[in-house]
T-cell receptor, first 111, second 113 residues
């Protein structure tokens, strides 16, 4: 089946810094989704991308759907302590009937 | 807005016991899913439903059963719990299809001893 490689696995940054994480696949996807999961909670959808090359923002978050349809990245600008959590990418469509999730990036922000 | 609601939030079972996890969504979504989340494994699909009265197996269906008698509810059953089923379980739903935006519940942390 399709697999996603999400990197980095974890990041430790200072408050105010910008953050970038990405997901890559050997297969193409028609949809890229980015989720955030706080401790003890379920994943919450941050950004949905449906078109190759699409660049979408949600506040301080910006995500792009790679032009090859095999990758996506998420940027967080001017990080704040509440950005702490696990960020997941998910790819949809292509040759798989379901969403394929990355294993997550654990973000720690030092105030 | 309630969204996707799961009950219970925590549960401890003894090996061999049975239980049912409840999921309810108030968004009129056709598609509903049960995932399990384990360290280092990410989210894995257990079972899913594409509409009321339908169910299908996902990646890791063994040891679980599901039912979708009403559109808004999706039940996950464990007939004879095993320690390997210790996990965090998430219910999710989506409107348009299995490859589109899914909305998750808060999770059920299950421990089987």
């Amino acid at each position: 089946g399709q697999q996603l490689n999400q990197s980095p696995q974890s990041m430790f940054i200072q408050e105010g810094e910008d953050v970038s994480m990405n997901c890559t696949s050997s297969s193409i996807f028609n949809t890229w989704l980015w989720y955030k999961q706080d401790p003890g909670e379920g994943p919450v959808l941050l950004i949905a991308l449906y078109k190759a090359g699409e660049l979408t923002s949600n506040g301080r978050l910006t995500a792009q759907f790679g032009i090859t349809r095999k990758d996506s990245f998420l940027n967080i600008s001017a990080s704040i302590p509440s950005d702490v959590g696990i960020y997941f990418c998910a790819g949809g469509g292509g040759s798989n009937y379901k969403l394929t999730f990355g294993k997550g990036t654990l973000l720690t922000v030092n105030p | 807005n309630a969204g996707v609601t799961q009950t219970p939030k925590f549960r401890v079972l003894k090996t061999g016991q049975s239980m049912t996890l409840l999921c309810a969504q108030d968004m009129n979504h056709e598609y509903m899913y049960w995932y399990r989340q384990d360290p280092g494994m990410g989210l894995r699909l257990i079972h899913y439903s594409v509409g009321e009265g339908t169910t299908a197996k996902g990646e890791v269906p063994d040891g679980y059963n599901v039912s979708r008698l009403k559109k808004q509810n999706f039940l996950l059953g464990l007939e004879s719990a095993a320690p390997s089923q210790t996990s965090v379980y998430f219910c999710a739903s989506s409107f348009e299809g299995m490859n589109t935006e899914a909305f998750f519940g808060q999770g059920t942390r299950l421990t089987v001893v």
